[in-house]
């Protein structure tokens, strides 16, 4: 095999990619956080609401999860234009992770709503609580703890898979940059190795970051219950 | 809006849905092969794990950190680090196989940790059992262990594939002739991207969407004891 | 000659010592029963016998041939003279009662097709089971499975047959026919190792009765002298709580 590498190359680089690991973890937990308050929205309204707000819930859930999420993005980046909307790449993909998120999410809550005793939420009705507070109050608390393992797992697939994929609209995330550097040098096999370990650490570290806010969070509310 | 309604009728003439029809099939081929092949792969990874013995020592700790590692890297990273390593190996290898290839390295990492633990659902007694009959570590595997762990590796498993037909999605970047790369050349061709990719959105969707809920029937099926299922097919010794 | 001799041996589960030297011996056709509190290390013994536990000292014997469990092929030649009946049975789930008494005897023993099918219905009238023959272990009861794993390892045509508390999960009506089986056995004239709650059953068939406690063989003799005439204090108590039912 002629093909001497070079990774000096990539270590001029660093800071660039660090850029880019940088934007990925926002874009991560801005589409994290975002997707979390439609499936937080969804799965109350597929738990208690009237049937025809369900059914749609229910199109929406289906259709984002069977389809993929660059072709969500690409509807966005290359549809919305002829609209009139001109948002920028990273406003695209955002938007985009945010709502393919969602429809994930809100399968993962539903789920945990649905763990969640009867007995428990009839106390909490006769009680006078409203919607909101028995969510806030009885179920989420409830539930945290046993949704918790698969929202964590959830993140990590929106870190690594959801923002990767705003590389092919031109967004300087890690994978992005690492494209856009090797364009330039032809490094292809060297830049995407060290990218390519960039991203196992980064999920490490968001790995033992998630373990650690699960155990404090726990113990919190495990005081206080 | 107007736009979109005077190109439908060029948009889904017969060419294009020849075309479309054409990317989908090679969608669901790339999704099988790559998918059966790893998870073909992903058996003998996860047999080599588990070799005995203070020697295995080093295979033990290659397959864990493959399945880590390529379980943590986004899938257009692979798929470019193929890419470039087939290409500097082999220049003409075709971009199917190129496709395939990086599908199957994923495909091992994820199909490995569900072969794993449907294989550490089987209760150890039934090994030991085996053991104390002097079956060997593979007849213990095929005869004992793996009919038992199918019930539990089949559905996630077959899930996995289902969910693997949107990642192909990717697989555009490399210029295979599926269905995200029609729909760029498409848009590119001055259809609206609407109505393109609202199309492509469909096309998944059709593919997707049947197998994932003739997964789920086959996951209930597969629930059932075993008594029940094979009472009326014996085989004799 | 003793058929089975078990010198000064240790066993450990991890870190911790669950044998710490024991040694005991059987002749040929005679049935020894461990007995003695939980923990003590009755099962172990089996377990040690069969190189399920690793041994980490001592000695075994079987018949004039030193049993080395120290590589894997060594411990192949141990299972291949010794059979064990789990507490739990241990079925394959996956096979029809046939299959998992031919199992073994074809495909390890390598013996002929026909006189592994004979003998494996042999077995099965013996046990009581022979209308059962194409059932999967899910469709059997406790009971009938216990039978059944009985005729498992009888198939392999063992010298010496270890029972590890085979009673002890079943529900009490069930109890009676296995023990029915493993008195036939007896009445052959199968060297067995038996551990066993059953004191009254253990009192009937067996020759040599073993008290153990935390890894420890306190005492050994006759049925009678253990039972009504032990010689420690340990052995006296435990037998004055178990057998005042």
Redesign the interface.
Known sequence: MNYGFQFGVVWDNIPELLEGAWLTLQLGCFAFAGGSLIGLLFATIKTYGAWPLRFLVDCYVIFITNTPALIQIYFLYFGLPEVGIRWSNEACLLIGLTMNAGAYLTLILRAGFLSVRVTEIEASQTLGMSLIQQVRYIILPHIAKSIYPALANFFIVVLVMGTSVGALIGVDELTGQAINLSTVNYRWLEYFTVVAGMYVVLTFIASIGLALLGRWAFRVKARIF | MERILEQIPRFFSGPNMTLLLEAAGLTLAMTLTGCLIGFGLAFVLVYLRQTPGMWALPLRWICITYVEVFRRIPFIVVIYLVLFFIQAVTPDASLFTIAVIAICLYAVAYTADIIRGGIESVPITQVEAAQSMNLSRLQTNIRIILPQAWPVIAPPAIAFAVSFIKDTALVSQVGVFELTFRGKELNNQGYSGLLVFGTIALCYFLLSFPLSILGQYLEKRLATPRGERRSRKIRHP | MQHLEVSDVRAKYGTLEVLKGISFSIKKGEIASLVGPSGSGKSTVLRAL???TPITDGTVMIGNERMNYSSAKEV?AA??RM??V?Q?Y?????M?V??NL???P???KKWG?ADV?AEARRLLELVGLSDRA??????LSGGQQQRVALARALA?KPQILLLDEVTSALDPELVNEVLDAVRKLANEGMTMIIVSHEMAFVREVADQVIFMDEGHIIEAGKPADIFDNSQTDRARDFFSKILRH
């Open positions: 069969m190189g399920l192949r299972r291949d059979a064990i789990f739990q241990n079925l394959f789930q996956n029809t046939m299959q031919t199992l073994a074809l495909k390890i097709k099918i194409n059932a999967y272990p899910d469709q392999l």
